[in-house]
């Protein structure tokens, strides 16, 4: 399946990545550590986007949905831990669209097993849409 821009656009803010209500801190708790390597992941991810966007201009548009993504990410895992500051934004040398199709395919898998470890039913469906944005972004970028 190739998606398009405005493909990607659409599917992205539809897998939801929020908690739904009544997730509680307690349910975070037990899966601290879960929430904390997330959110380290998903603040990287954002960063090397960033970075890579900064050197390819040409990529702005597309690089700003998968920015949304991560920010959504970002805030929703920020509830239930805290998040770590950002990191360096610019990208080593090579990094380019196919980093960010195999970053995205890489945390795919991360939140995948992550979904499947986690206590929290709430934060398992996090980390599941979580992977479903990933897989997404990774089939959409592989084409670039």
Same mark, same amino acid.
């Given at each position: 399946?190739?998606?398009?821009?405005?493909?990607?656009?659409?599917?992205?803010?539809?897998?939801?990545?929020?908690?739904?209500?009544?997730?509680?801190?307690?349910?975070?708790?037990? $899966?601290?550590?879960?929430?904390?390597?997330?959110?380290?992941?998903?603040?990287?991810?954002?960063?090397?986007?960033?970075?890579?966007?900064?050197?390819?201009?040409?990529?702005?548009?597309?690089?700003?949905?998968?920015?949304?993504?991560?920010?959504?990410?970002?805030?929703?895992?920020?509830?239930?831990?805290?998040?770590?500051?950002?990191?360096?934004?610019?990208?080593?040398?090579?990094?380019?669209?196919?980093?960010?199709?195999?970053?995205?395919?890489?945390?795919?898998?991360?939140?995948?097993? $992550?979904?499947?470890?986690?206590?929290?039913?709430?934060?398992?469906?996090?980390?599941?849409?979580?992977?479903?944005?990933?897989?997404?972004?990774?089939?959409?970028?592989?084409?670039?």
């Amino acid at each position: 399946m190739l998606c398009t821009g405005a493909v990607t656009a659409a599917v992205l803010p539809l897998t939801g990545c929020a908690l739904e209500s009544g997730a509680t801190a307690t349910a975070a708790a037990d $899966d601290a550590d879960l929430v904390q390597a997330a959110l380290a992941d998903e603040a990287d991810f954002a960063a090397t986007c960033k970075g890579i966007r900064e050197r390819n201009r040409s990529l702005t548009k597309q690089l700003d949905v998968v920015l949304a993504g991560q920010e959504a990410h970002i805030a929703a895992l920020a509830e239930l831990g805290e998040a770590p500051s950002a990191p360096n934004p610019t990208p080593k040398p090579g990094q380019s669209a196919a980093s960010v199709s195999r970053t995205a395919a890489r945390l795919h898998e991360k939140r995948m097993a $992550d979904s499947q470890a986690a206590q929290a039913g709430a934060l398992a469906q996090l980390f599941a849409s979580m992977a479903a944005s990933h897989a997404v972004t990774a089939q959409y970028w592989r084409t670039r």
